[in-house]
């Protein structure tokens, strides 16, 4: 069964620094996600992202996030200046298209530690 | 606001009974989806089961069914028989304007349901 892949699956960085968190999505998928979630707590939307642009961000995704489909199979999310409160598990997700049910299916997730 | 509540935090269930998890959501859109994923502790995220807010019967698949109340804005998760491997968290989640703009999935707390022998 297609699955979502993410790599790496724990990355520790300094404050400060840039990271790219990477993803492939599922093969005839349009739609692509990346989701958060701070320990212990809820899962937050950051971004979607078709047809090569951002359809939609929320706050959390402000200037030092960007994502990026360099090819025809990756998906990145890259966090530059990082801050301890970046520190989480970042999970990208896609669907095929949107509408009805068309659920998004998760990634394992990315756990990132800024310290 | 657009918004999803899971008033349970933690819920124990004996092997092999039923359990319901509750979910509230909030909203002002006529078209809406509403789904439920399970993260066991190895953190993944699990699609379970979907329910769009023009369907008329409930969803269900296998052991998971949706007891959608839309006039009391409810979809809450019903796990028959459970088993040990049912033990995780559990989202409810919303995805709003079906249809339109937007497909980011709003996420509750979560309910961290464990199954006992």
């Known amino acids: 069964e297609p699955e979502v892949t993410q790599t790496p699956s724990h990355q520790v960085t300094q404050m400060g620094q840039e990271v790219i968190l990477r993803c492939v999505p599922i093969?005839?998928?349009?739609?692509f996600y990346w989701y958060r979630q701070i320990l212990g707590q809820k899962v937050e939307f950051l971004v979607s992202f078709y047809n090569n642009e951002i359809s939609e961000k929320s706050e959390i995704f402000d200037d030092r996030f960007s994502v990026e489909r360099p090819d025809g199979s990756n998906f990145t999310l890259k966090i530059r200046s990082t801050k301890l409160e970046d520190s989480a598990m970042y999970f990208c997700a896609s669907s095929h298209r949107t509408g009805r049910s068309h659920e998004q299916y998760f990634g394992p997730g990315t756990r990132l530690t800024v310290t | 606001a657009q918004k999803i509540t899971q008033t349970q935090p933690g819920m124990f269930v004996q092997e092999k009974e039923a359990v319901t998890l509750d979910c509230t959501y909030d909203t002002s859109d006529q078209s809406y989806g509403l789904f439920w994923y399970k993260q066991p502790s190895s953190g993944e995220m699990i699609f379970l089961i979907y329910q769009g807010s023009y369907d008329e019967q409930n969803a269900t698949e296998g052991r998971y069914s949706l007891n959608f109340q839309k006039a009391r804005k409810s979809a809450n998760l019903v796990i028959s028989a459970s088993q040990l491997g049912d033990s995780a968290m559990y989202f409810c989640?919303?995805?709003?304007?079906?249809?339109?703009?937007?497909?980011?999935?709003?996420f509750g707390t979560g309910t961290l349901l464990a199954v006992q022998p």
């Open positions: 989640a919303m995805r709003p304007q079906y249809g339109g703009a937007t497909n980011k999935l709003i």
């Open positions: 093969s005839n998928h349009l739609y």
